[in-house]
């Protein structure tokens, strides 16, 4: 018999995949214990998982490690340094001596907050700085856009090509003709079944679309509004969880293509706690 996966996280079904273990497998061929180890010791963010077999289904069941709260360790001395170079905008001590000042430019590794205060006597007393540091950063960004590029339209010919699947055999429902031109591929995949009760069997949709390739000249502005379109999808991907407050952008015509060099400068906490002693 051959196992089928109804449900299953994508990363955990990769590394189910990566042991040999996917739809279609003959479920004799693995030692389901022996798998459960190995993907505990392969992903460090799972406190268990179970791999049980029901029939013909292989059934997963994890549970993820519960995130801790750091915990800091007030009694061992220690400073605030930067983690990022950028420029003091607000600086909140709780512990320790500052350092720096609000409007002070700072380097990666600089002392922001010292953690070696003095008493009235002159006598050294070391304390566990803390501090929040609230700086603009500055973050590179580089975008190309070729003035030359192609474009696919479709002609209206669509051509389905669908399979089934017996385990791991497709067998083709049409008969076999050589494409010609250019297409766009389509497809999916659905197990059957029969009065609720999953088969070894899978319905293998493809759909050809034929396309007509052309080759289009882009104009200097329409590759800048490309750019910045490109910009934008960077600033709500990557930059989603920062504060963004200014973008400095310049661009360079590179002939084939234009470039578009961006700074984007941020607002974030730059401090971290080091050992006093480091």
Not at 26 to 51: A, G, N, P
Not at 76 to 85: D, I, T
Not at 113 to 118: A, I, K, R, T
């Amino acid at each position: 018999n051959s196992v089928n996966i109804p449900s299953c996280n994508d990363v955990i079904l990769e590394s189910l995949q990566k042991y040999g273990l996917g739809v279609g497998s003959r479920k004799q061929e693995f030692d389901l214990d022996e798998l459960e180890q190995r993907i505990l010791l392969e992903r460090q963010d799972l406190s268990w998982v179970t791999l049980s077999l029901r029939g013909t289904t292989l059934y997963v069941e994890v549970r993820e490690l519960e995130e801790r709260p750091e915990v800091v360790d007030t009694s061992q001395p220690a400073n605030v340094v930067a983690a990022e170079s950028g420029q003091i905008v607000k600086l909140e001590v709780y512990d320790g001596q500052a350092v720096v000042e609000e409007g002070d430019a700072v380097a990666k590794g600089d002392l922001l907050v010292s953690g070696v205060l003095e008493d009235k006597n002159g006598n050294a007393i070391l304390r566990h700085a803390q501090a929040s540091v609230l700086a603009r950063v500055s973050y590179a960004e580089q975008i190309e856009i070729p003035y030359e590029q192609t474009i696919k339209t479709p002609t209206g010919v669509v051509k389905d090509r669908n399979y089934l699947r017996i385990f791991s055999l497709n067998l083709p429902l049409f008969l076999a003709t050589e494409l010609k031109g250019d297409y766009e591929l389509e497809g999916g995949a659905e197990q059957l079944s029969i009065f609720g009760f999953e088969l070894p069997l899978w319905s293998i949709r493809q759909r050809y679309v034929e396309v007509d390739v052309d080759t289009i000249q882009l104009t200097a502005d329409e590759a800048r509004s490309q750019a910045m379109e490109a910009l934008q999808n960077i600033l709500q991907t990557k930059y989603a969880d920062y504060q963004v407050v200014d973008t400095e952008c310049r661009e360079t015509d590179l002939g084939d293509r234009l470039r578009l060099e961006v700074d984007v400068i941020c607002e974030t906490d730059i401090g971290v706690t080091r050992d006093i002693y480091q």
